[in-house]
């Protein structure tokens, strides 16, 4: 608005819905004459659509242009109360013909308003329609009627901005002069009613992506100012993202037509007019650009990979729009991590995640790498639009510019990529923040960036940034799922005393990372180690906390040594206490390497396969079966399998070997085959296994595996006889001294003197402690060789021992402080016959 040109005094609130001409109300025109034909007011109408479709703003404008009362229209679906028409003016109708402009009839005016309601675009639109709205006394008139939606972004309920105006309006006072304008774009009201629009008005330049940035700050001082708002007529302003609906010139127009109908009549003919040319040309431009951008819309956003949308907006925009695009990322949006609020600043790290050009190859691989994290120093074009948010346009990049430019960066000299080229850097940004950017250049021999393009530009950078954000969002999502899934796994150490292990997990699928699968091994008395695989049926945060609950407590009563069967009873009390919203199935199994021995219980689970090292045969071991965890009321059976060193357990979940539509007989009968096949480590026998069944299930033509998948493998090595050695001592007190010998003995002939001594104490401290409580039956003690040396002293007092803290006069609690110092590790647990005290020391090495 021209600061210089008087202007009505602002209307009350009750008439925020004016418009006022954007080129000065009540100023003279451009030749100097009489007042324009767009001075003054024009009415506009407000209406906001919410997420659902229906109306939750109808403002006096709108009742006044379509008939309808505020209270008739809130609530009701907005289709059928706006303008979903497309239909064309008359093409007979002047007024029309010199409102919309002469490819406007002829060539249409796209989509009508019910594409926005209905689709929910993500980028404005506009139109017009002609209908039939209520008028006084039962009557009806008709409306020509422009309009315009914008898409509303933000955690509010609102999702569009419908403005609207009577084209009959601009009738009085038609341009006169062939200079009068010929576009208009609707600006936005600061007090205008409805939840947020404060915040819209401050937004305009996003609202109205088609602006330049002075044309919005303009209208935003100019709504601020008057406070309703306002219709802008321009004469020079191009709109590529809104269709080209205009003011035309009218005069010229009508001279051009009584040229051709003289030349028609007089049979000559019509010679093409220059200016006709160059208004083809520039709607073709026009045109083009938009079916750019729309082409652009349809190729990117296709993934929810962060890195491949990258990668299709590179390859969308080269060769057709640039030369060469840049795109550089936040650091933690590249992490799939939250940031700091405020405006980046120069320590910032950006990375360069793709370069796409049409130089020679590997132009820009030494100088600009993609995967390099960078700082962008202050003072240089970049820095400004990842500060600021807008689109920064150099032209030309002269000789001194590149040197100033490139003065800023220590590491490399990028003037011979920059130099004489044209660039235009963008932000990807969205909800008003800015994720990231692109850098892009022309050659010297194609045409210069223009403010058209800086247009084209930032609406492409506003598109690709909403769908960065997506896949941003999506990305953080599941690094928070992956993080939550990891930290309710164990993590499983590659050996247990007599055996090797192996584990994979894999998520069902890439929207739902988290489940309810889940494995365990468990360190038990006497060598043994607890197996465990269980499913909670279902996925999501849900599954995975009771499959946490779950796993808790069967750690808790594993290292109770409670026999497989009651373990599983006493987990199905547990789930029922827990609720009756879940089930879940269950395999535990308990391996002795000592005794070659399996004791193994399912809670309605698919069984495991055991793969004979003595001939390479597989087979499904028969168990019974139970029912799930939460059932209640239903009793579990546990059986003992006998085993030989080399033998391989291999317990997984349904998710591995079924498939919707296909007989769980066919993934169980692949495990069988392909745990049977032979390979050089534990990792690599599980990797055959998930490539075997992936490749069964996509032989079905059934799909993809859609469940997570939890696999245990272990390798049932054993321990040999020579490497254990068990004694049975009376109660007698001198049997202490019987077995501190026994021990040095014994750790000599397996040449671990080094470990005498340490060992003998700890030895004597447990034996005499057992001598004291032990009430009828025998001492038993047993040293085991394995990966650690493990010494294990039992008697039949179930009372376990305690830690105590013993002063100088103390006679009782120094041993377990002395076991509990020279140990690795020590423990007690209870056992059928009364308890088990254990302590480990690390063998030296070899």
Request: glycine share 10%; net charge negative.
């Amino acid at each position: 608005m021209d600061r210089g040109t008087e202007r009505e005094a602002p209307p009350s609130r009750g008439a925020g819905d004016q418009a006022s001409g954007g080129a000065g109300a009540g100023s003279a025109g451009p030749s100097g004459g009489a007042g324009r034909a767009d001075a003054g007011r024009v009415p506009l109408a407000v209406v906001v659509v919410d997420r659902e479709g229906l109306v939750s703003h109808w403002s006096a404008g709108a009742r006044r242009l379509f008939g309808v009362a505020r209270e008739e229209a809130i609530g009701q679906p907005a289709i059928d109360l706006l303008p979903v028409s497309g239909a064309l003016p008359d093409p007979d109708d002047d007024f029309a013909d010199d409102l919309y402009g002469d490819h406007a009839v002829h060539e249409g005016l796209g989509p009508g308003l019910d594409s926005s309601l209905d689709r929910g675009l993500g980028y404005p639109a506009a139109g017009r329609a002609r209908l039939t709205v209520p008028a006084r006394d039962d009557d009806h008139r008709r409306v020509d009627v422009l309009w315009w939606a914008y898409p509303l972004v933000g955690p509010g309920t609102e999702r569009l901005l419908v403005l609207a105006a009577d084209a009959a309006a601009l009738r009085p006072g038609r341009p006169a002069d062939p200079s009068a304008v010929e576009r208009i774009a609707p600006g936005f009201a600061l007090h205008t009613d409805f939840p947020g629009a404060q915040e819209l008005a401050r937004r305009l330049p996003e609202i109205l992506p088609s602006m330049s940035v002075g044309d919005s700050a303009r209208i935003v001082a100019q709504v601020l100012e008057l406070g309703y708002p306002v219709m802008e007529f321009s004469q020079n302003d191009r709109v590529p993202v809104t269709p080209d609906w205009g003011v035309a010139r009218r005069v010229e127009r009508r001279a051009r037509r009584e040229r051709a109908a003289r030349a028609a009549a007089e049979g000559a003919p019509t010679a093409r007019d220059p200016v006709d040319e160059g208004e083809d040309l520039e709607y073709v431009a026009v045109r083009e650009r938009l079916e750019f951008l729309n082409e652009v819309s349809g190729k990117i956003g296709t993934s929810l990979d962060l890195l491949r949308t990258v990668d299709e907006v590179s390859r969308a925009v080269v060769p057709r729009f640039t030369d060469v695009a840049g795109t550089y990322l936040r650091e933690q949006v590249v992490a799939g991590e939250g940031f700091p609020d405020g405006v980046p600043d120069t320590t910032t790290l950006w990375h360069r995640v793709a370069v796409e050009h049409t130089d020679e190859p590997g132009r820009w691989d030494d100088v600009v790498p993609v995967g390099e994290a960078v700082q962008f120093p202050a003072h240089t074009p970049f820095f400004r639009c990842l500060t600021t948010g807008e689109p920064v346009l150099v032209p030309w990049i002269s000789e001194q510019q590149g040197h100033a430019i490139a003065a800023q960066f220590e590491k490399r000299d990028i003037r011979p990529l920059i130099t004489g080229r044209s660039m235009l850097v963008v932000p990807l940004k969205a909800r008003n923040v800015v994720l990231g950017f692109m850098i892009l250049l022309r050659h010297p021999e194609r045409a210069l960036f223009t403010d058209m393009d800086r247009v084209t530009g930032a609406e492409l950078a506003a598109r690709a940034g909403l769908v960065l954000d997506n896949a941003r969002m999506y990305t953080h999502q599941e690094s928070v799922a992956e993080t939550l899934q990891d930290s309710m796994l164990p993590h499983i150490p590659p050996r247990r005393a007599g055996c090797e292990l192996a584990t994979r997990y894999l998520p069902g699928t890439l929207l739902g990372r988290v489940g309810g699968d889940w494995f365990d091994t468990v360190k038990l008395p006497g060598a043994r180690t607890a197996l465990v695989v269980g499913d909670v049926m279902g996925h999501g945060l849900n599954s995975a906390a009771m499959m946490g609950q779950l796993r808790t407590a069967v750690q808790t009563m594993a290292a109770l040594d409670l026999p497989p069967a009651q373990l599983l009873r006493n987990l199905d009390d547990l789930a029922q206490r827990l609720g009756d919203a879940y089930l879940a199935t269950c395999l535990y199994a308990v391996y002795d390497p000592i005794a070659s021995e399996l004791h193994l219980a399912n809670a309605g689970h698919i069984p495991p396969v055991l793969v004979r090292a003595a001939d390479g045969r597989s087979e499904l071991l028969d168990l019974p079966t139970g029912a799930p965890i939460g059932v209640g009321g239903v009793p579990f059976e546990a059986v003992r399998v006998r085993v030989r060193p080399g033998d391989r357990l291999v317990m997984c979940t349904d998710g591995l070997v079924e498939t919707r539509g296909e007989d769980i007989g066919v993934g169980l009968a692949a495990l069988c085959e392909s745990a049977a096949h032979p390979a050089a480590s534990m990792d690599d026998a599980c990797d055959t296994i998930v490539r075997a069944l992936a490749a069964t299930f996509a032989e079905t033509g059934r799909g993809g595996r859609k469940d997570d998948v939890a696999l245990l493998m272990a390798r049932l090595s054993g321990i040999a006889p020579d490497d254990v050695a068990e004694w049975r001592l009376d109660l007698d007190p001198a049997q202490a001294a019987r077995a501190r010998a026994a021990v040095r003995e014994r750790l000599r002939d397996w040449r671990l003197d080094a470990l005498a001594d340490p060992a003998e104490l700890m030895v004597s401290e447990l034996v005499t402690n057992a001598l004291r409580h032990s009430r009828r039956r025998p001492v038993a003690l047993r040293l085991v060789r394995g990966d650690t040396l493990l010494c294990e002293v039992e008697d039949d007092d179930h009372e376990l021992p305690n830690l105590l803290s013993a002063g100088p006069g103390d006679e009782a609690g120094r041993g377990l402080r002395v076991v509990s110092a020279l140990a690795r590790g020590w423990g007690a647990s209870r056992t059928a016959e009364g308890k088990s005290v254990w302590f480990e020391l690390t063998l030296p090495p070899r």
